[in-house]
């Protein structure tokens, strides 16, 4: 049993998994249901021919909000794939073990990324309603999928870091959603100053998100994105590292 | 087999032949010479830091308490640490560590129903699952029941001719059977060694070559204490945290397993001039009366 079927197998025997699971299926398809009565409601006023523009209106913040679902999510989980070990003594077994720390970090890395994949349902479905009620736009559906993705590495890195550096999961847990959103207000708080101006921007993952979903892909949400997550995994790397020769 | 009071750094050292700890000077080499090869030339292993993971395949690790994850099978745990050893997938040698530790009935079973005895083995079956040259064991069978106590013994006396086993432990009465070298540690500092079967002896006839025992306790004497003390044997002396009694090995080692959880941390030889030697280490003393009872058997 390799460590990434470990992680998944434990994951999917939690009730709490579950619980989890269908709590935030259930708010991102009520979200998607609230949309498409708005959609709906609109085709009935303007007609079918404005519906087109309308229904990709309703993409962007629906992914927006899958997006930040899908975080909080993300946060969770992290703190139950390392500090939970920490807590629970064994991650004994990890430092002992023979793979490579990048090897472990990885295993880790994607069973996090894995155990998201399932919110995937709702949001396949609420595109294949809205695909029947009016065309897609699907370059635009394409761009909010690469900005969700990029965010989610990002954020995978950040909490499997720190996940790594604590031993209560429920902390590291809630550090992360805490950084989540210092992060992302940042982001609205910089959102008036003029360019150049607006450094906290910068730093801010929603800023790069929304530019991506709006089919802007500039070198410095790449950086950010990727440069950031290669480095934060790199981060987690060390700590194993360190935690195996204290 | 290391032997050693509490502190004595007994798990201190295997944690740092397991790679958990590195020394802050000096190497850990582990050098043998392997029993299927003619050539008699000698290998080594060095612990790393830039290459733990290279080490650890070598070398397998049982703490004292065993945590496994609670949601695993027993065959999915063990498969795991398989993996984890080597990198890759041996469902025969699962299937193989299964057989020999008497858990194939149990298989299929979460880890979290399983008793402490069984949880035990299935440490020791993820040990030894990679088949390592050295296998590290901190006080094995602390808290199981003589049953399986016993049984933890049969199968590392069967593994014995496969690996090389360092195993700490306070049950005086494994060493005969299992040890071939008895070490005894105090201070973090070898103190000496003990050929098993002058403990066996020991354990057997000291009764004869003394008679007084100080015991000393971490928190001082309380009146229950006392009382367990003297529902054992008489006390000829009080001290403020001691207390010397007329005992026997036999009696000892009941005083031990009462007093223990009371916070007996010594038992050392008592003569009328004082205890022997001084500065509580009973060890030095236990080995010279254990040497003792072995030359008296001898002559």
């Known amino acids: ?246 | 087999m290391l032997l050693g009071p509490n502190g004595a750094g007994k798990s201190t050292l295997l944690n740092a032949l397991a790679g958990l700890l590195l020394p802050d000077n000096g190497q850990i080499k582990l050098v043998f010479r392997p029993a299927d090869d003619d050539s008699a030339q000698e290998k080594e292993y060095l612990c790393q830091r830039h290459d733990i993971s290279a080490w650890n395949r070598h070398t397998a690790y049982m703490p004292e308490h065993v945590r496994l994850l609670p949601r695993l099978s027993v065959h999915e745990t063990v498969s795991h640490a398989a993996y984890l050893k080597t990198g890759m997938m041996n469902t025969q040698a699962v299937k193989d560590v299964l057989a020999l530790c008497d858990l194939q009935k149990h298989a299929h079973r979460p880890v979290e129903t399983l008793s402490l005895g069984y949880r035990q083995r299935v440490g020791l079956a993820c040990a030894l699952v990679h088949r390592p040259l050295l296998l590290l064991l901190d006080e094995p069978m602390n808290g199981l029941d003589p049953e399986n106590a016993r049984y933890f013994v049969d199968i590392l006396k069967r593994l014995k001719s496969r690996h090389i086993i360092l195993m700490s432990t306070h049950l005086l009465d494994q060493l005969a059977d299992l040890a071939d070298r008895v070490v005894v540690m105090h201070n973090g500092r070898i103190a000496g060694e003990l050929s098993p079967l002058s403990v066996e002896h020991g354990d057997t006839s000291k009764a004869g070559l003394l008679r007084q025992w100080q015991l000393a306790f971490a928190g001082g004497l309380t009146t229950e204490i006392r009382q367990r003390i003297e529902a054992l044997c008489p006390i000829m002396k009080t001290m403020p945290k001691a207390v010397v009694v007329e005992s026997d090995p036999e009696r000892n080692r009941q005083l031990m397993q009462v007093l223990g959880p009371l916070g007996l941390y010594a038992v050392s030889p008592y003569r009328d001039s004082g205890p022997v030697p001084e500065g509580g280490a009973w060890f030095s003393a236990y080995r010279h009366i254990l040497h003792r009872a072995s030359e008296d058997i001898s002559t």
């Open chain 1, 1 to 246: 049993m390799t460590l990434l079927r470990r992680e998944i197998t434990c994951m999917w025997r939690r009730p709490s998994y579950w619980l989890v699971m269908a709590v935030l299926s259930f708010l991102l398809g009520w979200i998607a249901l609230v949309m498409t009565d708005l959609l709906l409601a609109q085709q009935t006023n303007t007609g079918p021919l404005a519906s087109m523009s309308l229904a990709n209106q309703l993409i962007t913040p629906f992914f927006s909000v899958v997006s930040l679902v899908s975080l909080v999510l993300v946060a969770l989980l992290a703190g139950q794939l390392l500090s939970a070990e920490r807590a629970q003594g064994t991650l004994v077994c990890l430092l002992h073990s023979g793979l490579g720390d990048m090897r472990v970090m990885a295993h880790k890395f994607l069973a996090l990324l894995l155990l998201v994949v399932p919110l995937l349902v709702p949001v396949a479905v609420a595109l294949w309603g809205w695909s029947g009620a009016a065309a897609l736009n699907w370059p635009v559906v394409g761009w909010n999928f690469l900005a969700w993705l990029l965010l989610l590495l990002w954020f995978s890195a950040l909490s499997v870091w720190l996940s790594i550096n604590m031993s209560q999961p429920g902390l590291a847990a809630l550090l992360g959603v805490l950084l989540l959103a210092v992060l992302w207000l940042a982001g609205q708080a910089g959102g008036g100053a003029e360019w150049g101006k607006n450094w906290l921007r910068v730093f801010s993952p929603r800023s790069h998100f929304e530019w991506i979903q709006h089919g802007i892909v500039p070198l410095s949400s790449l950086v950010f994105f990727v440069g950031g997550g290669v480095v934060l995994f790199g981060l987690a790397v060390m700590a194993l590292k360190r935690l195996r020769v204290a």
